[in-house]
């Protein structure tokens, strides 16, 4: 049973770095095919995929968000981190990280999502 974690910074002061941990179980991220996502979901507002890392360690992006946003792994610890810089209070959601399944192209696994609040 795949499982995914996302770690809690809760309270991020603006024009800091936001900083998340994916934890991941019942699969290994460098498996073929697996593309491991970062989601959001601003407050009122839909999802909004921001970017992954693949099981080859290439990174994706959406555009709107590439200057400001990273995304590595430790493949010892089964693990991938997104950093988010230059935060604003617009950047105030719950973050989930997720598995996306590049056979169908579809995310088929979830983390519970952490909310984090950009405030000062």
């Known amino acids: 049973q795949v499982q995914l974690q996302e770690s809690a910074p809760g309270l991020v002061k603006p024009s800091q770095t936001l900083s998340l941990t994916c934890t991941v179980s019942?699969?290994?991220?460098?498996?073929?095919?697996?593309?491991w996502s970062w989601i959001r979901q601003p407050p009122g507002k839909g999802l909004e995929w921001m970017g992954c890392i693949g099981y080859s360690g290439s990174t994706y992006y959406v555009p709107s968000l590439k200057s400001r946003t990273s995304i590595s792994r430790d493949t010892s610890k089964n693990q991938f981190t997104l950093q988010l810089s230059s935060v604003t209070p617009e950047d105030t959601a719950v973050y989930y990280c997720a598995r996306l399944n590049g056979g169908s192209f579809g995310i088929d696994y979830w983390g519970k999502g952490t909310l984090v609040t950009v405030s000062s």
């Open positions: 019942g699969v290994t991220i460098t498996t073929n095919n697996n593309y």
